[in-house]
C-alpha cells in the first residue's frame, strides 16, 4: 500500500515534467541486446573506481583525483574487461521534495565517465552508493520511507535518463550495500528495488532492455532468504553480492595473519556455494556478480593474501560468478604512476580466468603455529650470518623455470638450487644483500616464474626491532578525541603484523574471549579499530585511547612485526598510562 501511496505522491505532486520526456535514441547509436548471462561473462574481471565518484561529499573530496582515462588504460592493460563506476548521489541535489532534482552537471560527469570506460571497451556496472548511508537508509527507526521512496525514484528517473542511450555495455545497480536486517527492511528494500525497474521502464531509450543487478540487504553472502526477487521483471538480471572473508583476515583482527589451512578454504566454498545455491534451477540460473572483494597489500601479508586471491577467484570461476576487486585508490591500482601495488595478485587472477594454474609462495596456515613461515621472504637479522634459505612453494602441477633479479637471469647451481616444490637460495648469493652488518631494509626481489600462471616474488630483507620516538605516556595527556601517533623507525618491513592490548595486569582490553585464540592471536587489538600505521608512524586510536581512559588501568601495546615468531623479539611495547 505504500508502495501505490508513494507513487501517487509523486504524480500528484508533478513529476510528469521528469517522466514527459521519454528519450529516444539516435539511429547511429549502438545497442545490442544481451541476456544477464553475457553480460557477466563479458565483465570478468572487473575493477571498482573506488572512493572515486562515490566519495562524498564529491569527486575528488577523499583519497583520489577526478577519474581520468588513462587510469582505465591502465585497469584494461591489466586485463580486465568492466569497471564499476559507484555513484554517490546525496550531496548533488539541487532541489528537494517531490522533484529531488540532481544537479544537471554531475549527471553529465556520470555519463562522461561512462563513456571514457566503453570508449576503451570495458563493460560498466554503475550504481547510486553512499546514499544508502544517509538519506536512502530504510532502516533507521525514523526513516520517512515515504519520502526514500519518492526520492530514490526521482533520482532514479534522472540518472536512467541521462545514461538510456548508453550501449548495452552499460549496466544498473539501484543501490550499494543498503542496510538492515529484518522482514520490515527487506519489505522496503523490495519497494526502492521496485521503483528502480519502473523507473527504467518509464524513460524510454534502452533502459527497459538494459542488464541490472539486484541484492539483499546488506550484500553479504548472508540475509539471503530476506531478497524479494521482483515479480515480473522484464530486465535482464544478475545478482550481486560483495566478499570480505573471512573478518579477521581481511580486516587483520585479533592477529589472524594466516590464509590458507583446509578450514579457511572450506568456508570460501561454503560462503560462495551458498550463494550459488540460492538462484539455481529453478530462478532459470540467474548469473551472479561478486561486486567487490579485495585483500590489501596495506596489512596483509603476501603469501596468505596470493593464496587467498587464487582461491577465491578460482571458486568464484567455477561457480560461474564473476569477480570485481574493490580498490579505493591506495590498495591496488597507484593512479598516478599506473604502477599495480600487488601486480602478482592481478597476474594471479588473470592467470585464474585463462584457465592456469598458479604456483604460489607456500607459508603458514596453521593459525596456532607460534612461527610464521612464508616463501614471499627471505629475511636475515642484524648481527646474523645468513645461511641457505630453503622456501617451499605450492606448484599446483607447474615446474620452475628461472629465477630473475632485475633484467639479471640468477644462475642455478650457483646462486640457487631447485627442488620440486622449493627453492633453495644459496648463501653464496644472499650474502651479498643480507649479512650480520647489512643496514635493515628491503635489499632486493628475486621474481620467480614457473612454467604457467603467475609470477611470483621473494623479498630479501635485513631486519631489526623498530623504534620508536618514546614508549609511554600519561593516556589523559592524549587530545580528546585524537588518535596517538608515535614516530617509528622502521627496521626491516614497514608494517605492522598485530598489536596485543593488554593491561599491566594482563588482562585484556579488548575482545576478552580472545584468550581462547592460538598464542599468536591471544589479547591482539584490530586494524583501523584500535591500531594503525602509515609510513613513519604507529598510531593508536582514539577508541582505543578512550578505553584505556575508560578502564583506570595502565595498558600496554605489543606491536609486533614480520618475521612473526615467538620469542623472536620483534616487538616494541608503548604503554598508556592511566
Ligand atoms: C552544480 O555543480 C557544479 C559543479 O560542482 C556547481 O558549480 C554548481 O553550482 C552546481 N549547481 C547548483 C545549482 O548547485
Ligand atoms: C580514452 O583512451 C582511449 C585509449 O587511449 C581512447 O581510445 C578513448 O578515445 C579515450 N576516451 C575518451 C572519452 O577520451
Ligand atoms: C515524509 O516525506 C514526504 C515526502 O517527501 C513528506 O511529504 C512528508 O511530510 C514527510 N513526513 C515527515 C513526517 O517528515
Ligand atoms: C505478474 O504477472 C502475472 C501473470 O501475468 C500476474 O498474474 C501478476 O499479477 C503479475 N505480478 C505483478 C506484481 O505485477
Ligand atoms: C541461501 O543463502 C543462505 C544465506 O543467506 C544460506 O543459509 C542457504 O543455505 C542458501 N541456500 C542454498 C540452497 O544454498
Ligand atoms: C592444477 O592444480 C590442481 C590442484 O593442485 C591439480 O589437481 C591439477 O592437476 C593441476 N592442473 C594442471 C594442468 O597442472
Ligand atoms: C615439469 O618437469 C618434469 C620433469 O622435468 C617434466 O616431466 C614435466 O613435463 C614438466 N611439467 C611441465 C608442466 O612443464
Ligand atoms: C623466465 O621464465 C618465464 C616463464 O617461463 C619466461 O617467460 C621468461 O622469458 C624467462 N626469463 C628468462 C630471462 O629466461
Ligand atoms: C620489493 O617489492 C616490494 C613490494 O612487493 C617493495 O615494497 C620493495 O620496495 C621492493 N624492494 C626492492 C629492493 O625493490
Ligand atoms: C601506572 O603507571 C604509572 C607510571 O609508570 C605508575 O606511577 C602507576 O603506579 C601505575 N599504576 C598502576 C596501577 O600500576
Not at 223 to 235: A, D
Not at 460 to 476: E, G, H
Not at 521 to 534: A, C, E, L
Request: aromatic share 10%.
Amino acid at each position: 500500500m505504500k508502495f501505490r501511496a508513494a507513487i501517487a505522491v509523486i504524480a500528484a505532486a508533478g513529476l510528469d515534467q521528469v517522466l514527459a520526456i521519454v528519450v529516444e535514441c539516435p539511429i547511429e547509436s549502438d545497442f545490442r541486446p544481451l541476456s544477464a548471462g553475457q553480460f557477466i561473462e563479458a565483465a570478468n574481471p572487473g575493477w571498482n573506481a573506488g572512493n572515486t565518484l562515490d566519495a562524498v561529499p564529491n569527486e575528488g573530496s577523499w583519497n583520489n583525483a577526478p577519474l581520468q582515462n588513462s587510469t582505465l588504460t591502465h585497469v584494461k592493460a591489466a586485463g580486465y574487461k568492466s569497471v564499476r563506476i559507484p555513484v554517490t548521489y546525496a550531496d548533488h541535489f539541487v532541489s528537494g521534495s517531490p522533484e529531488w532534482k540532481i544537479n544537471s552537471t554531475w549527471l553529465q560527469r556520470v555519463s562522461d565517465v561512462v563513456d571514457m570506460a566503453t570508449s576503451q571497451g570495458l563493460y560498466v556496472i554503475t550504481n547510486m552508493h553512499h546514499d544508502s548511508w544517509s538519506w536512502a537508509d530504510v532502516s533507521k527507526p525514523d526513516a520517512n520511507q515515504t519520502m526514500i521512496q519518492e526520492k530514490f525514484y526521482a533520482s532514479w528517473l534522472q540518472i536512467a535518463k541521462t545514461l538510456s542511450c548508453k550501449s548495452a555495455m552499460v549496466a544498473f545497480e539501484p543501490i550499494n550495500e543498503p542496510p538492515g536486517t529484518t522482514e520490515e527492511h527487506a519489505g522496503h528494500l523490495d519497494k526502492l528495488n521496485k521503483l528502480f525497474l519502473k523507473a527504467l521502464g518509464e524513460t524510454g531509450g534502452y533502459n527497459s532492455q538494459r542488464v541490472v543487478t539486484l541484492s539483499n540487504l546488506g550484500m553479504g553472502a548472508d540475509r539471503i532468504q530476506l531478497f524479494k526477487r521482483p515479480e515480473n521483471i522484464t530486465n535482464p538480471w544478475a545478482y550481486q553480492f560483495h566478499f570480505y572473508s573471512p573478518y579477521d583476515f581481511i580486516f587483520s583482527a585479533w592477529g589472524k595473519t594466516v590464509w590458507g589451512s583446509p578450514a579457511d578454504k572450506a568456508a570460501v566454498v561454503a560462503e560462495l556455494t551458498s550463494v550459488r545455491g540460492n538462484f539455481s534451477a529453478s530462478d532459470s540460473d540467474v548469473p551472479i556478480l561478486l561486486g567487490e572483494f579485495d585483500a590489501s597489500q596495506l596489512n596483509l601479508e603476501p603469501a596468505a593474501r596470493w593464496k587467498w586471491f587464487d582461491f577465491v577467484v578460482r571458486t568464484a570461476k567455477s561457480l560461474g560468478m564473476t569477480t570485481v576487486l574493490w580498490d579505493n585508490g591506495l590498495d591496488n591500482l597507484d593512479r598516478q604512476t599506473g604502477i599495480w601495488r600487488d601486480k602478482i595478485a592481478v597476474d594471479i587472477t588473470m592467470a585464474v580466468l585463462r584457465g592456469e594454474n598458479n604456483s604460489l609462495a607456500d607459508s603458514t596456515t596453521d593459525a596456532s603455529a607460534t612461527t610464521q613461515e612464508s616463501s614471499a621472504y627471505a629475511f636475515n637479522k642484524v648481527g646474523n650470518t645468513v645461511t641457505d634459505k630453503t622456501l617451499p612453494f605450492i606448484m599446483n602441477g607447474n615446474n620452475f623455470t628461472n629465477l630473475t633479479l632485475g633484467s639479471t637471469l640468477l644462475k642455478e647451481g650457483e646462486d640457487y638450487t631447485l627442488g620440486e616444490s622449493a627453492v633453495t637460495l644459496k648463501q653464496a648469493f644472499l650474502s651479498k644483500y643480507l649479512h650480520a652488518t647489512a643496514e635493515p631494509g628491503t635489499k632486493a626481489n628475486i621474481t620467480v616464474s614457473f612454467s604457467a600462471g603467475a609470477q611470483s616474488q621473494i623479498e630479501l630483507v635485513q631486519w631489526d626491532v623498530p623504534t620508536l620516538s618514546w614508549y609511554s605516556v600519561p593516556a589523559k595527556e592524549i587530545a580528546k578525541g585524537s588518535d596517538l601517533q608515535i614516530p617509528i623507525t622502521w627496521k626491516g618491513l614497514h608494517r605492522v603484523a598485530a598489536v596485543k592490548i593488554a593491561t599491566t595486569e594482563g588482562a585484556y582490553l579488548f575482545d576478552d574471549w580472545t584468550q581462547y585464540l592460538p598464542d599468536l592471536q591471544k589479547g591482539r587489538g584490530t586494524f583501523n579499530s584500535q591500531w594503525n600505521f602509515d609510513h613513519d608512524r604507529v598510531i593508536i586510536t582514539k577508541a582505543a585511547v578512550e578505553a584505556v581512559v575508560a578502564s583506570g588501568k595502565n595498558t600496554t601495546f605489543t606491536f609486533e612485526f614480520y618475521p612473526r615468531a615467538a620469542g623472536n623479539g620483534n616487538v616494541v611495547q608503548y604503554t598508556l598510562t592511566a
